[in-house]
Structures are given as structure tokens and as C-alpha cells.
């Protein structure tokens, strides 16, 4: 009898056990669906990799994570089943419908940026999310209206179980037990980042990031006393002032462009064109491939030309920031901190309080990466933000096309103001999905120039640049019949490079010209010395100080000397990067590119800018006190004091 009991109890033990089999075994099948629609949609957007054996590494992966979710959730339904089969049924699938919608949406995004989506979601509203995928492919919208209408549809209707066999059963629970023993994957064991992003599991990847996130660093007067002097022993040169404010110091940044421009009675316009993804890969004298920018290219034999200029970001969202303050990063960038950003100064703030009127132009949604929130600050007016806009034709999935955007901006600039004038332009047609007017002819002309070497990226997107190109040469063309032309100082730079798709070369992705061109140029040069675009801001103030009275702050912030005008190859410039997932990439320190786990030297050998593995490990700890005074300082508005 108690034999028979104890057979009865593991019958009713095991009775539910073939419906939920069934339910794992249409999750697992979709999971193997969404890998090989990963695999097309990776072979497609030009990801050059072994993507088929990666996916499908990719589809073990993800049955080693689903694993023991599986076998806890049997419990679950179990327990429903006692109750109501049909409610266990529907509980199980909108729970396995949560996991496969969410790793549809990562996947989609990642076959798009190829970079998984991690933490950096708690920096982006829904509408950013939303913005992004609906721009970045045609294709992206309707497939997720159909996916989320085919979940609906895979939650309320019910499925018809089938006879699973003893086999598949005990298959599912090896792989349930077994799973509990996976220790994850080890990316130091992927030879490219690409490869490891595609074999990692997208949902257990974000959710790792999330719960690895530090957002609370604090210190007692003395440890952060300690940490500032020891952050302050690898800048010698400078004089900080109180470690209270860790990175403050007497602001010293020498005088260069005055050698270099005529000084005018009035004082002179800045206009800062940042130009979205144009990089050295694809643009100067020094470019990858063919460059694209025939117009810039001749601009820059008439101009002050860095040839070893960095960005800091592989986004745009470092841009801004640097550009203008040489800003801290914190977490996921310093304008995603929003109205939470410590007290700051830029060259908006302190020319504002100079007199200049700040202009930021930008054709496409100014609240992408909190912008708006930013240029506010900045006490910048966001030109294009009326509503009137929407309905302009002139523009592709992003926003605004850069040639109406450009010309469109000079009805403002015409106007009879007798302010100086601070104008930011923030381009936006080369970026994906490259949708630009004349796209053929621009492809055309592309294809006939000749090839340093062969593109690792797609002619369209190439030949968008030629057609930024002419939009520069036109805006230029017609700002010279403003009245304040002749007294105007232009800079012109990008965000980054265009494609980071591929990072076999560290410094590639970050590598951007630097241009500055003005009619008050007394001769064009070229300077090799490596820089960045912490560097600009720090110069121009420097000039406008020395040359027409600005009042500038006694101490700042920013950890920069200015731009560099050695005539032979060095490296004096400190900056951070960042990948576009926003985690840190590397520290550019003096004449070292410092990583986590490796030191490297810049070298310029042929004019080609690259990094050599070294044994100096002796700046290794700098990396770890400057995230950790990063954040104490993004967290307790600890850059500058509030001197209102």
C-alpha cells in the first residue's frame, strides 16, 4: 500500500510535466527562430563575421541560460495546474512571451547598432528606444507590430499538447540540472568583441549589466582627500585648488591661436560643426579608404589642421560635453544625468555671460540623449524645436536633411543682432539608414574615385558623405554674404567615426578631423600632435581671453592644456573614451592609451596613428581613481562650485 502511495503521489508529481515539456519546447524552437533571423538580418546590415557558427553557438548559449529559469518555473506551474490546467497553460506563456518579446527587441537592436542593448537602457526613455529603431531600419517598425500581434496570439490560444517522448523529457531535465553548473561565457576568450556580442545571450546580458551597475560612491573627508592627492600626483603641472572639487585647478591653458589669427575690433563669431559620424576613415588627406570629402579635403589646405584628433565617445552623446566643457562622463554620460548634472561651465556658459547669444542647431528630436536639458544649460536657443518643422519635406527618418537644416540657419544668423554669436550645428543624414536626395548620383561618384584600400563598409553609406560634403560647401558659400563673416572663427569636426562596427583597431573609431578655418587666418597649417576634443574648448577661451577681455574663471575643471601646435608627433592630452555602450574603452594619458588590463604607447609611424603594446604599467591604477572620483563627483556636484 505504501508502495502504491508513494507511485500515486509521483504519477500526480509528474502528470503536468508532458504540457509544460511541450510549452519549453515551443520556447526553445523560437529561440532557434530568432537566432537564424538574427543570422540573416546580421548577413544583410554587412556584419562581417563567422555569423551562422556564431549563432548557432548563440542558440547553446541561450538553452545553458533558460535552463534553470525552466526548471524553477515548473513549480509554478505545477502548483496552477492543480488548479486549472488551461491558467498554468496561459501563466507559463506570458512569462516565456515576456523573455521572447524582450529578446526579439535586444536582438533587433543589436542586429542594427551591433552592440547589445546593457544598463545603458536606464539612460534612454521609451521615445529614445522607440526613435532609434524606427530610424535606423525601415524594417524595424513593422516587424515588431508583428511579433507583438503573434505573441498575443501564442498567449491566448491554446495549444494543443502532444505525447512528448520519455526521451525529450529527460533531455529537458539534463539540460535543467546541467544549466544550474553554466558559469556564463568568458569574453576574454572571444578573439573580437563582435563575436562574443553575438554569442551572448542578449537578455541575460543587460540583466547582468543592470544588477552590476555602482551608482553610489561616497567618501569620508580624508579617503577623498587621499584619493585627490593621489589623482593629482599624475598632473604635476597643475595647481589644484581644493579636493573638495578633485579635478579643480588654476586654469593655465596657454594662448596658441593668437599666432595664428588676426584680431578683430569686434569680437568674433564661433560656429562649432560637428558632423555626425565623419571620421578619418573616410574623410582627409590621411583617410582609410577614398576619402569622401573633396570639399573639406581642399578647406583644410587653407586651414589649422589637427591630423591626430580624438573624440571621446563612439556616439554622439559624448560630443556635446567634450566639445564644449571637456566634461566628466559618470556613468552613462553627462547629459544623461539631465537636471541632476553637477554644477558645470562651458564655452556656451562663460561666452553667455560675456554677451554671446548661443545657438544650437540640430535638425532631428533635440530630447535624443537629453540634449534639450543640455542646450538649456547652455542657455543655447534650440533653433529648430518649434513645431513648424515637423511638417518641412525636406527630411528622412531622423529629422531634418543637413542641406535645409544648414541654409535654413542663416535666416537666423542674417538677423540684425548686435550680440556675438555662439552657433553649435549637429548634422544628422550620414547616419543610418543613410537616406540622403541624389543618393545614386552621390553613389556614382563614389564608386569612380580611387580606393586606398578596399571598404569594409557599404558604398551608400560611403557615398552619403559626398553629399554632406557639397551640403558644408553650399552653407559656407552662403554665409559669406552675412555681415559678420569676415569675423568668424569655424570649427569643424565629427561625433566619431561613422561605422564602429569593426574594432580591430582601438583608436579607429575615435579618430576625427579636426579643422579651423576662418577668414581671419593669417596662414594655414598642419599640426600632427595628437589631441582631442576635450582640447577645444580650453584654446578658444584661452584666445577670446587674451585677446578681447572675456572673463573667465580663475579655476576650471577641465584635465587639458588645449590644442596642441608641436610641429612633430607627441601626446600631452588627457581624455576618456567610451564605447557606444557607454562603458569605458580606455584613458588617453600623456603619451600612453590606457586600458583595464593593458598600457599602450601612440605611435605615428607613416602618419598613421596606432597604438604599441607596452610593459609600462605604472599608470595602471589611473583608470580605477579617476571612475571612482568621476562618479563621487557626478553624484555630489563636486565639479565647480556654484558661484551664484
Known amino acids: 500500500m505504501k508502495h502504491k502511495g508513494f507511485k500515486d503521489r509521483l504519477k500526480s508529481l509528474l502528470k503536468p510535466l508532458n504540457g509544460y515539456c511541450c510549452e519549453c519546447i515551443t520556447l526553445f524552437g523560437i529561440c532557434l527562430i530568432i537566432r537564424i533571423a538574427e543570422a540573416f538580418i546580421l548577413t544583410i546590415t554587412y556584419y562581417h563575421s563567422s555569423i551562422f557558427i556564431n549563432c548557432l553557438l548563440g542558440f547553446m548559449t541561450d538553452i545553458a541560460y533558460i535552463g534553470w529559469i525552466v526548471a524553477a518555473l515548473y513549480l509554478i506551474y505545477y502548483l496552477i495546474s492543480r488548479i486549472s490546467v488551461t491558467t498554468a497553460d496561459i501563466t507559463i506563456r506570458a512569462i516565456f512571451a515576456t523573455y521572447i518579446f524582450t529578446n526579439i527587441v535586444l536582438t533587433i537592436y543589436f542586429a542594427v547598432t551591433h552592440i547589445p542593448l546593457d544598463s545603458i537602457i536606464t539612460a534612454y526613455s521609451p521615445k ?4 532609434t529603431l524606427r530610424a535606423d531600419s525601415w524594417y524595424n517598425i513593422p516587424i515588431l507590430a508583428l511579433i507583438f500581434i503573434m505573441l498575443i496570439i501564442y498567449i491566448i490560444i491554446r495549444q494543443k499538447h502532444y505525447e512528448v517522448p520519455v526521451w525529450t523529457k529527460i533531455t529537458l531535465a539534463v539540460i535543467a540540472i546541467a544549466s544550474i553548473a553554466f558559469p556564463g561565457l568568458d569574453r576574454q576568450k572571444f578573439k573580437y568583441d563582435r ?7 542578449k537578455v541575460c546580458y543587460m540583466l547582468n549589466s543592470l544588477m552590476s551597475d555602482s551608482t553610489n560612491i561616497q567618501f569620508t573627508s580624508n579617503e577623498l582627500q587621499e584619493k585627490s592627492n593621489d589623482f593629482a600626483a599624475y598632473f604635476p603641472d597643475y595647481e589644484f585648488v581644493d579636493y573638495h572639487y578633485p579635478f579643480m585647478h588654476k586654469d593655465k591653458t596657454p594662448d596658441i591661436l593668437s599666432d595664428y589669427l588676426e584680431k578683430r575690433e569686434k569680437k568674433p563669431d564661433i560656429v562649432i560643426i560637428i558632423v555626425e559620424g565623419l571620421g578619418n576613415y573616410i574623410s582627409g588627406n590621411n583617410s582609410t579608404i577614398a576619402s569622401a570629402t573633396p570639399f573639406l579635403d581642399s578647406l583644410a589646405e587653407h586651414s589649422l589642421v589637427w591630423e591626430n584628433c580624438l573624440s571621446t565617445s563612439e556616439r554622439t552623446f559624448g560630443a556635446l560635453p567634450s566639445i564644449l566643457g571637456a566634461l566628466p562622463f559618470g556613468e552613462k554620460g553627462f547629459m544623461s544625468y539631465r537636471h541632476d548634472m553637477p554644477n558645470f561651465r562651458t564655452l556656451a556658459t562663460i561666452l553667455n555671460n560675456n554677451g554671446y547669444k ?10 535624443f540623449d537629453d540634449m534639450d536639458v543640455f542646450a538649456k544649460y547652455n542657455s543655447m536657443e534650440m533653433f529648430y524645436n518649434a513645431p513648424e518643422y515637423e511638417s518641412v519635406v525636406q527630411r528622412n527618418e531622423w529629422g531634418l536633411l543637413d542641406e535645409y537644416m544648414l541654409s535654413h540657419s542663416l535666416n537666423d544668423v542674417k538677423k540684425n543682432d548686435k550680440s556675438p554669436r555662439l552657433d553649435i550645428y549637429l548634422t544628422l543624414t550620414t547616419h543610418n539608414p543613410f537616406s540622403y536626395p541624389n543618393s545614386n548620383e552621390y553613389i556614382s561618384k563614389y564608386k569612380a574615385l580611387p580606393q586606398k584600400e578596399e571598404p569594409t563598409t557599404p558604398v551608400k553609406e560611403n557615398a552619403s558623405f559626398m553629399y554632406a560634403d557639397d551640403c558644408l560647401k553650399n552653407f559656407l558659400k552662403e554665409y559669406e554674404q552675412c555681415e559678420q ?8 569636426t565629427g561625433d566619431h567615426k561613422f561605422n564602429t562596427k569593426d574594432r580591430s583597431n582601438i583608436l579607429d573609431n575615435y579618430h576625427v578631423p579636426l579643422i579651423i578655418w576662418s577668414p581671419m587666418l593669417r596662414e594655414s597649417h598642419r599640426f600632427p600632435a595628437l589631441v582631442t576634443h576635450r582640447d577645444i574648448a580650453p584654446s578658444l577661451l584661452s584666445y577670446f581671453k587674451h585677446n578681447y577681455s572675456i572673463t573667465c574663471p580663475e579655476n576650471e575643471a577641465w584635465l587639458n592644456h588645449g590644442l596642441d601646435t608641436c610641429s612633430t608627433f607627441r601626446s600631452k592630452t588627457f581624455a576618456t573614451h567610451y564605447y557606444d555602450s557607454r562603458k569605458l574603452n580606455g584613458i588617453t594619458y600623456g603619451n600612453y ?5 593593458k598600457t599602450y604607447k601612440f605611435d605615428n609611424t607613416n602618419n598613421k596613428l596606432s597604438l604599441i603594446p607596452t610593459d609600462n604599467n605604472e599608470n595602471a591604477n589611473l583608470i580605477e581613481l579617476y571612475q571612482a572620483l568621476e562618479r563621487y563627483i557626478m553624484n555630489n556636484d563636486a565639479l565647480v562650485p556654484n558661484e551664484k
Open 128 to 131: 529614445e528606444i522607440f526613435v
Open 195 to 201: 563575436e562574443y556580442y553575438i554569442v551572448e545571450n
Open 485 to 492: 563673416f569676415d569675423r568668424t572663427i569655424f570649427i569643424i
Open 593 to 597: 592609451f590606457i586600458t583595464t588590463d
Open 358 to 367: 548661443n545657438t544650437f542647431f540640430y535638425g532631428g528630436w533635440y530630447g
